[in-house]
């Protein structure tokens, strides 16, 4: 039975009236059992203030005392309603800042709204039509996914402050943090030489079909990345013959020409029901789901089926991200520090994830100090040999070249491996098992994110892993969850995120729904499991160990519950707007100098939309214009505007209008981003030397601890099974005699199998 008692029971958190991303930190803080109470006046809508405010108190500036005996504040408003002399936290407080550019730096003073960040970051770049303006993504997850690292942040600092007496103030910045969650970009064109672009409704790099097709009666999202998915699908659809096009040699060649596929399966779908496809599909392994709307999600058969949704008052509310389903009910503390670097020095992580959402959660553990042992099949990053057509399509290996020992050279397995240690078992043979099995009980958490039926099948479930180590935090990390009509499904992000309703939020004005640059369903787990793991940990002296399942597609929706809510409140789906927000008028993507160059700009207020009507030379009868006024001209405004802005470099644009405090942004690519000069000032890139492809530039963790004179370094990733005997000596009590003839077996290795 898992105890009444919530995590966070003697915590006393904070919040100063701000934003979202505010909001969201408090809210995991209040959700886990800590006393939330809120200061100064809210700066949030309706809808958002009923789904993160649930739980929290109120009071007012000047009750100082809250503040100074508070565990944490948080601050999330540039401009807040409460005054710095109200700001005195006491000298335990740990004190979490978060803000669209951070406290230092050349933009340090910068506006930022989530289009301009969006732009900044290189995610807008990403998303959209070629041909067209590229596209902001959700406008909820720039703050969202600030919250969680922010949350992140606080949790470090209180580790650090319980364990080692450090005191510190953190420090999240919107732009960080979307920079952080787009790492695949960075890899590929450091790599590859190949700067991601907008690429339609579709992805690419993971072959085809990957992305946003139509049906009879709306859309779905659909990946088959493997030739053993698109070969099945195609067995399927009864399009087998294309794969007799001399231009096809693999089913990765369709990733060149996609149309050849498109052709024949988009008429075969349109005669469909999106539903059917996705069973028939989803029966046969291959990633699909339906695209959702906002109220479909409320009327879906998992969703309902789970009790995942929660009453107030008249509407529907996402249920928690995560949720702990068994507790050993044996207090234990945590281990001492070793005295290394980060807050969770002497932790031990048995890393078994894949992909992205797990690989990243277990990633940020090892960045806040850590010890994260990866172990890893012997086969698990890939054969010894590579098809050249897959090669090139991934463009993960150096100069397109997979060279020897290639499974050592892709960036998407390093860049999950990044300060984790290798261990190379095979966990298919008894042989293996019996190992893992001695390695269990002398970690502190264990992260998967298999389907629900693996690690059972493998007789490794959560009552024998308690078994084993009853103070084990377990963290699993399904897509659907482990029961429901979905719970085997295949969940990819990118078709997880339709069927929890993103594509409905992105996508130009008045036309269909539209894939997002970034599969968000990932990071959005990652950093949802991450926290999670956090809490647990926090709470282990109370309950011992835990299970917690965090499913993928739960997390996912976690994130738009004010959006849930607000369309229930005005009764209607939310319309598709392109680049404009119902806040800030006029806001959009706007052509700059050259060819593919554009800059974000958003109107925040008034005073904004006065100086850019001078700035911009506008008719001057438009400088008095309302909100709902500018909103009716909005088609005219950007016209106008595009042909102003099209004379600038967009850079120069961007730096002239926020001088005048309008916010503003470039749109950057890839190369942008790297050699953005705020950037490079707060350090938000790392160097690595990786073994096998020589120096990458990487994201740092965006949090910035206030106790450190500088970013701990970046470890890079291990070869494969670089630590096995180290980690199966010294953590398995493996003999070296056991170990030899492990090796002899192949069940460990440091190589695939021939």
Not at 72 to 96: C, D, H, K, M, N
Not at 353 to 371: F, H, N, S, T
Not at 412 to 421: A, C, Q, S
Not at 684 to 713: N, Y
């Amino acid at each position: 039975m898992v105890s009444a008692v919530k995590p966070f029971s003697e915590l006393k958190v904070v919040e100063l009236a701000g934003s979202i991303a505010g909001a969201y930190c408090a809210k995991l803080f209040a959700d886990n059992g800590a006393q939330v109470v809120t200061l100064g006046e809210s700066q949030l809508k309706q809808s958002q203030s009923l789904y993160l405010d649930r739980g929290k108190l109120t009071g007012v500036a000047e009750e100082t005392d809250r503040i100074r005996n508070a565990d944490v504040v948080i601050r999330s408003a540039p401009y807040s309603s409460l005054q710095q002399p109200f700001f005195l936290p006491g000298p335990e407080t740990i004190l979490v800042e978060i803000s669209p550019y951070g406290s230092s730096g050349p933009y340090s003073d910068w506006l930022g709204t989530s289009a301009t960040v969006y732009a900044h970051s290189g995610h807008t770049y990403l998303t959209g039509d070629p041909e067209r303006e590229p596209l902001m993504g959700p406008p909820t997850h720039p703050p969202y996914a600030a919250g969680l690292f922010a949350f992140i942040g606080a949790m470090g600092a209180l580790f650090d402050r319980e364990r080692n007496g450090q005191i510190h103030s953190v420090e999240v910045t919107h732009l960080e943090v979307l920079v952080a969650l787009h790492q695949m970009s960075f890899v590929r064109y450091q790599l590859g030489n190949d700067v991601l672009c907008r690429m339609g409704n579709r992805w690419t790099g993971q072959g085809q079909p990957n992305g946003m097709y139509r049906c009879a009666d709306g859309w779905l999202a659909l990946s088959a990345p493997t030739d053993v998915q698109l070969e099945t699908l195609l067995s399927i659809t009864g399009l087998t013959d294309l794969l007799d096009d001399p231009r096809i040699q693999s089913p990765m060649d369709f990733q060149e020409h996609p149309q050849l596929l498109d052709e024949h399966l988009v008429p075969w779908l349109l005669e469909r029901e999106s539903r059917d496809v996705v069973e028939l599909f989803q029966a046969a392994q291959i990633p699909s789901a339906p695209a959702n709307t906002i109220f479909g999600l409320l009327e879906d058969d998992h969703l309902e089926d789970r009790n995942f949704w929660r009453q107030a008052g008249s509407w529907l509310i996402p249920g928690p991200p995560f949720q702990t389903s068994f507790a050993s009910g044996t207090p234990t503390e945590l281990p001492a520090s070793e005295g290394g670097e980060g807050p969770l020095s002497g932790i031990r992580v048995l890393d078994l994830a894949k992909v992205w959402a797990g690989p990243l959660a277990a990633r940020i553990l090892a960045e806040l100090g850590a010890q994260v042992i990866q172990v890893e099949a012997p086969w698990g990053r890939g054969p010894r040999e590579l098809p050249e057509s897959l090669v090139v399509a991934q463009r993960f290996h150096p100069d397109n070249i997979q060279g020897p020992d290639q499974w050592n050279r892709n960036g998407h397995l390093i860049k999950y491996g990044l300060n984790k240690e290798s261990v190379v078992l095979d966990l298919s043979r008894e042989e293996g098992l019996a190992t893992f099995e001695r390695l269990v009980p002398n970690v502190d958490v264990l992260i998967e994110n298999f389907s629900p039926r693996v690690m059972p099948q493998l007789g490794l479930d959560e009552h024998h892993l308690h078994h084993l180590n009853e103070d084990l935090i377990y963290m699993t990390m399904p897509g659907y969850g482990r029961s429901g009509p979905a719970e085997n499904w295949v969940a990819y992000g990118t078709t997880v995120d339709s069927h929890a309703g993103l594509s409905q939020l992105v996508g130009y004005k008045d036309e269909h729904p539209w894939k997002c640059g970034v599969a968000w369903p990932d990071p959005i787990a990652g950093l949802h499991a991450a926290a999670a793991v956090l809490t647990a940990l926090w709470d282990r002296s109370t309950k011992g160990g835990v299970t917690i399942e965090a499913a993928q597609f739960e997390a996912t929706i976690s994130v738009i519950g004010d959006v849930i809510l607000e369309a229930q409140m005005n009764d209607h789906e939310p319309l598709l707007m392109g680049n404009r927000d119902h806040d800030y008028v006029p806001q959009g993507v706007y052509p700059c100098k050259g060819s593919d160059q554009w800059a974000s700009i958003s109107i925040t207020d008034q005073g904004a939309w006065e100086t850019l009507c001078q700035v911009a030379q506008l008719p001057e009868e438009w400088a008095q214009l309302g909100k709902s006024e500018r909103q009716i001209l909005h088609d005219s405004i950007d016209a106008a505007l595009g042909s102003w802005t099209s004379n600038f470099d967009q850079i120069d644009l961007a730096e002239s209008l926020q001088d005048q405090g309008i916010a503003a942004a470039p749109v950057l690519n890839v190369p942008g981003v790297l050699a953005d000069k705020h950037l490079e000032a707060r350090s938000v890139f790392g160097m690595v030397e990786q073994p096998r492809v020589g120096a990458i530039l990487f994201p740092c963790l965006p949090i910035h601890f206030s106790a450190a004179t500088e970013r701990p370094p970046t470890r890079p990733a291990p070869v494969l099974g670089e630590n096995n005997r180290a980690v199966l000596r010294n953590i398995g009590g493996l003999s070296a005699t056991e170990l030899e003839d492990l090796e002899s077996l192949g069940v460990v290795a440091t190589e695939p199998p021939v």
